[in-house]
């Protein structure tokens, strides 16, 4: 089979199977690339999270990108993207046809409400695991909490707290490389 067609069709599965996001794809993803196929390492994986969270757009589609680039350069990249959004676009085109008929149903909204905790354990899954990746310890722990409470308890920007991270980060470094001369 021909690795294009192989790789929009198991980025179509993830995207058509996926209610959540591109948070809820990565163990999907992670699953399929790294831990079936071992197309990329896990370290590589990480790195390409990592990329996708921190470029502007929607993460789902930026990790698309990135892991067909890794694999097929850019007719890779345009397999993935289009195998993980072209599912979704037509669900939501299905949906928006017909949502007239079905927006006040019962029925229905019992049925999303049942999903959001399906979602949120898709989404709290890879954050465990990129902690256990980023050797988070009792030492390190307090920083993704005093990011997490500044941006949501104090309304402050991510940006900020990503540059103040960075700097933070080239501190520590300088200082813990002069202490071993």
Request: zero cysteines.
């Amino acid at each position: 089979m021909n690795i294009y067609v192989k790789l929009f069709g198991i980025f179509s599965k993830i995207g058509m199977f996926t209610i959540g996001g591109g948070y809820a794809m990565v163990p999907l993803i992670e699953d399929e690339i790294v831990n079936k196929r071992n197309w990329i390492a896990k370290e590589d994986f990480l790195d390409l999270l990592a990329i996708s969270q921190s470029v502007p757009g929607v993460f789902a589609v930026n990790i698309s990108i990135f892991v067909g680039y890794k694999l097929r350069g850019v007719r890779g990249s345009l397999a993935t993207t289009l195998g993980a959004v072209l599912p979704s676009f037509v669900i939501i085109l299905a949906i928006a046809m017909f949502f007239d008929n079905f927006k006040d149903n019962q029925i229905v909204e019992r049925i999303f409400k049942g999903i959001r905790p399906a979602v949120v354990a898709l989404i709290a899954a890879p954050t465990f695991s990129m902690a256990q990746s980023a050797r988070l310890n009792k030492y390190n722990m307090w920083i993704p909490i005093v990011s997490a409470l500044l941006i949501w308890g104090l309304g402050f920007s991510p940006i900020w707290i990503i540059i103040l991270a960075g700097a933070g980060g080239y501190i520590w470094g300088r200082i813990k490389k002069r202490s071993l001369r």
